[in-house]
Each structure stands twice: as C-alpha cells, then as structure tokens.
C-alpha cells in the first residue's frame, strides 16, 4: 500500500470552494483502492499577499518540493494586479519545478452539447502539450522612459532549442500512444527566428517518429479549426502562449471551462508536478456556491495517473463521464443546470 503527501494549495475566488469539492472524491477513491492520501493545505494567495506582502513564503518551493505531488486551485484577485499574483505564486512553481510539460485534455463527455453544432460525446477528443517554462513567459523585458512620449516596453520570448525539444518529443510520444496525428501550432509567417527555429526542431525530432504524421498549423488558423473541425485534431503542440489560449477554446468546444483539467508535469524525480482546472478564480461566481467542480475532480484523476494510481485516477475520470452521462444527474449552471457545487459532489461520491 502506498501513501501519498499532496500538497494542496486552494488559492483566490472559487479556488478553495473547487479544491475542498474535489478532496472529497480524492478520499472516496483512494478508500476504494486500498492507499492513503495525506492532504496539506497551503493558505498560499491573494489573501496572504494582501495581509503579509507576499503571495507565498520565501521557502515555499523548498517546502512543497517534499511533496509527491501539488494540487491547486485558482490564483487571482480583483484588487490586486494579475501579473503581481500570478508571479507572485502559480508561476514560480512551473517554473521553478522544470514543469515543462503542460498537459491539457479536451474530450467533449456524452451527456455535454458543444457550442458548436453537430458534435456528440466522444466526438471530439484532443489532447494540448503546452511548453511551459519558457517562450513568451520567459519574463525577459522592462519598460523605459515611463511619462514620455517615448515609452517603451519590451517583453521578449525566449526559446531554447532543449526547451523546445522536449516538449515537442513529449507530443510525439503522446501521439505514438494515442491516433498518431501531431499538429504542431507556430506563426512561423510572422515570427520568423523562434517559429522557423520550432519548426526546425519539430522536423528533427519527427525523424524519429515516422509513424507520426505531422500537421503545421499557424495558430490564428488553429483557433479557427478548434472551432470548425475540432474533432479531426489528436494531439497538438504549442508555444506557452499560444498553448494556453487554444486551451481555453479547446475547454469551451467541449461544453465548459468548468471542466477542463490539466497537469504541470516535470517527467523526473527531481521536483514534484503541479494539476490544477484549466480555469482561474471566476470572481463573476465567486461565493454563489455554483462553482463547477468536475475541472478539479479530473485533474485530481491527471494527478493520480501522473503517480501510477491508474486505476484510481480512472475510477475518478469515469465517475465523472457516468455523471455527465447521467440527464438526471445534478450539473452547474455553466452546463446550463441548477445544482450547487455541494450537490455536484456529493451525487459523484455516490457513484465512487
Ligand atoms: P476564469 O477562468 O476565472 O473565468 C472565465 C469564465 O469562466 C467566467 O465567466 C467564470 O465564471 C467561468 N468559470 C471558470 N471556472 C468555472 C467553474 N469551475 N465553474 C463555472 N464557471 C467557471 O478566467 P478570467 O475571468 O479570465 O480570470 C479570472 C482570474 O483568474 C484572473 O485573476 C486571472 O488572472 C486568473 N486566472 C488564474 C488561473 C489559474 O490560477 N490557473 C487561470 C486563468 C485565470
Ligand atoms: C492558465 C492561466 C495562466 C497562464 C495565467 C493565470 C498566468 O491562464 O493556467 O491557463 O497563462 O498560464
Ligand atoms: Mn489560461
């Protein structure tokens, strides 16, 4: 029997609310299959920040570095600046744990209407590899001659060929293991030193992979075919940015932000990974007790597969496609429902 420490940082606005739902289902499942989850919570966010000047605690890598795994689950804040809160917390950590792999699912579940017409469940199945610890989060910048005319800011990307090698590699392997198609997003029209040199790097690694066929795609094209012809995509792999708006198209072709998980993943030993929802702090639901919960849940299942626990993390990632499934089941309102978190929740631990 293995016993896992999770460390468990529930953040701002529907943060804690989605975090604390989705424990419950965490215990329901590790009960089931005979191992131990211990939780520790961090008070790490905006609160903290507004409180004690910092949205985390000098020492706070070295402490969830113990861990054998991290849970979070939103970070951001009305009265506080985005790029202090996110730099403040979530981002160190990607950063700081090599968690170069971003993986974000995108499966519309039987039961979910799409937006988009003419889709059922199963329809449309992909998967995104989003670089991301470097590209156009490399934090490389500054602004000069603030007041003036002559105002500049420069925020700069940086892409290493290491960097973009492996996550390219990671896409390859997933696709070897999944229909074999690869759609590599770049804007190598426009962008013609770090896309061309992306494109470089995916032709070299793809010797490699022969039985992958390959697809280039420029990522204004790509937001239009997620749209268009979602269900033709497997897997893709982008930039940090272009990764991380695709994703959100890719949650709302599927029915919901509220249920778009993903994982931080550092493939070694060296630091634990990081699963949280593709969503952030929601403030515009924020205490109404609406949140959805089912994103945390499923990253919860990301979680448990990333340490080997396949059968739990599939237990949790069934319960809740039978959910989804299930037309008397209660759902949120972003699934166009009227049940609350709690009712989300306690209807998928019955199903556990
Ligand atoms: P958001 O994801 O918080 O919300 C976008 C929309 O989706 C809102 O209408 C919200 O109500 C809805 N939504 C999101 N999650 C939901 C859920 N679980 N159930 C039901 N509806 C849900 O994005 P935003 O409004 O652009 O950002 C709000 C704050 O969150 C900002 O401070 C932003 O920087 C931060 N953010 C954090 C993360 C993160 O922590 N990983 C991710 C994205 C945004
Ligand atoms: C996400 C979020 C973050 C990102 C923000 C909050 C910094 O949008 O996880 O998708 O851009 O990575
Ligand atoms: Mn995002």
Known sequence: M???????????????AVTSASEETVAAVADRFGFSVETTAFDWGTERYLDRGAMMPDDGLDRLAEFDAVFLGAVGHPDVPDHVTL??????????????ICKRPNVLFDGIESPLRGYEGGDIDFVVYRENTEG???????????????????????FTWRGTERIVRAAFEAATERAGTLTSVTKSNAQAHSMVFWDDVVAEVGEEYPEVSVERILVDAAAMDLIRRPDEFDVLVASNLFGDVLTDVGAQVTGSMGLAPSGNIHPGEAYPSMFEPVHGSAPDIVGEGVANPLAAVLSWSMLFEDLGEDDAAAALWNAVADQLADASAPRTPDLGGDAGTEAVVADLRDRL
């Open 2 to 16: 293995s016993d896992y420490s999770i460390a468990v940082i529930p953040g701002d606005g529907i943060g804690p």
């Open 87 to 100: 730099h403040g917390l979530l981002l160190p950590i990607r950063k700081g744990f090599d968690q170069y």
């Open 136 to 158: 156009e989060y490399a934090d490389i910048g500054g602004r000069e001659h603030a007041g003036f005319d002559h105002e500049t800011a420069v925020q700069s990307a940086l």
